[in-house]
């Protein structure tokens, strides 16, 4: 029996990246996956499939819901993936590179999880997962807003994990905190300093994106039934 045979997941930012990974790895664990992104679709993979979606625009949000539900019967398994940097210091930051990474990153993630929390709790089943940051922990120069994005979706995933079981259902709640993953987020990080990232690891290397599809697939299954409310740290060990 394959992990998550008859499930039904949904990853937002599913088109690349650490998304791509995760729909790739569920796939081949016997899920039908939707990969849900504005950009287009970088890959092909059996029982993937791709739905435009901007998590930003709620009401594109609904409709993408309603129809995911009515094409596929169920949501199982959410992962709140979608997201964007746009980092400045501080001081220099302007209102739209603030607004921007909110809308996505946070109010994003809050957009369609108010939609498949509650159906989750209905069906009595399901399990949600949101991906933070290793900057969401320890803060990190140039990256206020970033930061406190990934820092809310720690607070929201145990606010969730309570509200969304608090009847009773097997619905559990977690994050992903990664560390720095070779992506394409990483683009516009200069490379000396990916090096001294990697020097700040336990395990003295960057990631790759297979190795938080792992941990996402495990906290998807029910290998991980006892878990909720928390958040796995992927990062090779790294202190900001
Ligand atoms: N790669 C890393 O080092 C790293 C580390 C920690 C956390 N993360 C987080 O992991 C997640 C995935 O990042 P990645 O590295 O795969 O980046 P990526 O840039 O390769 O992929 C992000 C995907 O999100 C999509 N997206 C952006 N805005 C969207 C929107 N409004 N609606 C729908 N889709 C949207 C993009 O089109 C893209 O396909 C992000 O939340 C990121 O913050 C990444």
Redesign the pocket.
Same mark, same amino acid.
Request: hydrophobic share 40%.
């Given at each position: 029996m394959k992990r998550l045979e008859n499930r039904v997941a949904v990853i937002?930012?599913?088109?690349? #990246?650490?998304?791509?990974?995760m729909a790739e790895v569920f796939a081949k664990e016997g899920a039908i996956v939707v990969a849900? =992104?504005?950009?287009e679709m970088?890959y092909q993979c059996d029982h993937v499939h791709y739905m435009k979606?901007?998590?930003?625009?709620v009401q594109g949000v609904q409709t993408f819901f309603d129809e995911v539900v009515a094409r596929f019967g169920k949501i199982d398994i959410l992962v709140?993936?979608? #997201?964007?940097?746009k980092d400045a210091m501080t001081r220099k930051m302007t209102d739209d590179q603030w607004n921007a990474v909110i =809308?996505?990153?946070l109010k994003?993630v809050f957009n369609l999880t108010r939609l498949v929390g509650p159906h989750m709790e209905a069906n009595g089943y399901g399990s949600i997962i949101n991906?933070?940051?290793?900057?969401g922990v320890f803060g990190n120069i140039g990256q206020a807003n970033?930061a406190a994005t990934?820092a809310g979706v720690i607070g929201l995933t145990m606010t969730w994990a309570k509200e969304f079981a608090r009847k009773g259902a097997n619905v559990r709640v977690n994050a992903i905190?990664?560390?720095?993953?070779?992506?394409?987020?990483?683009k516009t990080v200069p490379q000396e300093l990916l090096d001294s990232f990697a020097k700040l690891t336990m395990i003295g290397r960057?990631?790759q994106?297979i190795e938080?599809a792992n941990a996402a697939l495990f906290l998807a299954s029910e290998e991980s039934s006892y878990i909720t409310g928390q958040t796995l740290n992927v990062n090779g060990g790294m202190r900001l």
């Open positions: 937002t930012g599913g088109a690349k #990246g650490l998304g791509q990974a849900a =992104d504005m950009g970088t979606l901007n998590v930003t625009d709140n993936n979608a #997201g964007i940097t =809308d996505v990153n994003g991906i933070s940051s290793v900057v970033y990934k905190a990664p560390g720095y993953i070779m992506t394409d987020i990483l960057l990631g994106p938080v």
